[in-house]
């Protein structure tokens, strides 16, 4: 069964739970079935195309010469062009874009010629978009991802599916009716030499005096070489606070209802977790956050993108199933978190 099919019968489901709910009283509010299917709100489409939107963002593999036709996201120039891409996207999605931009004097990672004209220091832009609680709380989601790349590739898993991922979820939680958190969608700068954007952003949150609650980070989320459908969540190793399996549980309790509700092709394998500090989890977690990263399997678990960091990181190459299935998990767990 498709995905199509898959939330076509979601929404025949909800129809007739919506029924059950006016036939028997308090069925809706007092059974956990109600809840657990209302987690997932129907999905439009035409709002949001991942596979569209995905390969615009990486462009197309053409020549190792022509950075921009690869759709590179490394020089200043390169990650400008890709927020005005992102920033339409969410602005077409309902949400209003917002850029904030940092300098901290740090020098990053392996700056090639032209990375900044004539410094190799930090400087840049995190691209987010809020969306308040429909109650007044000074508790707040973050769901984020980076959208640069390092020096030649068309980074479409690395982290192009990263960056749609959050804009599917962000289109499915806009539809959540109830929500007791604010959300706030977030696209890195700068992760690719040295989780630069995120460090700064969620030093930026705590000097508002915002209380995060959790922040999901998604970094690479189209490549299932071996199609077992397996999700990795990577927790931060010996930072304060210590992570507890509080992820793990919510993580695995929702694999496990998009497992008996979706059809064959989107169905969640295992939900392995990766004690590794090498993601942007872990920017947050050395603010007190806590976070996790969901990724793809990786080489621990044997399975790896052979194309990670290379000319050949293409969005023809990407499983659009799978990227759609790690977001579907990812709404499933922060609309339990608004509940
Ligand atoms: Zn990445």
């Known amino acids: 069964m498709s995905c199509e099919n898959f939330y076509r019968r979601i929404k025949k489901l909800i129809k007739v739970l919506i029924l059950l709910a006016v036939i028997i009283p308090g069925c809706r509010s007092n059974t956990s079935a109600v809840r657990a299917v209302a987690m997932l709100p129907e999905v439009d489409s035409t709002l949001f195309d991942p596979q569209t939107f995905l390969c615009e963002l990486s462009g197309r593999t053409v020549s190792e010469s022509d950075a921009r036709a690869i759709g590179q996201r490394y020089r200043p120039e390169e990650r400008a062009r890709a927020r005005i891409i992102i920033a339409r996207e969410l602005r077409r999605i309902g949400l209003s874009p917002r850029e904030h931009t940092y300098e901290n004097g740090r020098e990053v990672f392996y700056p090639a010629p032209g990375y900044y004209p004539g410094e190799g220091t930090a400087r840049g832009v995190n691209l987010y978009a809020e969306l308040p609680a429909t109650m007044p709380t000074n508790d707040w989601i973050v769901i984020g991802g980076h959208y640069d790349t390092v020096l030649g590739t068309p ?185």
Do not use: K
């Open 155 to 339: 980074g479409a898993d690395d982290n192009a599916s990263g960056v749609t991922a959050v804009l599917l979820v962000a289109t499915e939680l806009l539809r959540v009716p109830e929500r007791r958190a604010n959300l706030i969608f977030v696209f890195f700068d700068q992760e690719e030499v040295g989780l630069v954007g995120s460090d700064m952003f969620a030093q930026r949150l705590l000097d508002q005096g915002r209380n995060i609650i959790t922040f999901h980070n998604i970094d690479m989320v189209g490549w299932d070489g071996d199609h077992d459908r397996d999700i990795v969540l990577m927790h931060g190793v010996s930072l304060v606070p210590p992570l507890d399996d509080r992820y793990m549980r919510l993580y695995t309790q929702a694999a496990q209802f998009l497992r008996t509700e979706s059809g064959r092709d989107c169905r969640p394998g295992e939900i392995l977790r990766s004690d590794t500090n090498r993601g942007e989890h872990i920017t947050f977690e050395m603010h007190g956050i806590q976070a996790v990263t969901v990724i793809e399997e990786f080489a621990e678990e044997g399975d790896f993108n052979p194309y990670y960091h290379q000319l050949g990181d293409s969005c023809d190459r990407l499983d659009y199933s799978y990227l759609r299935l790690c977001a579907d998990l990812v709404v499933a767990v922060v609309t339990r978190q608004l509940q």
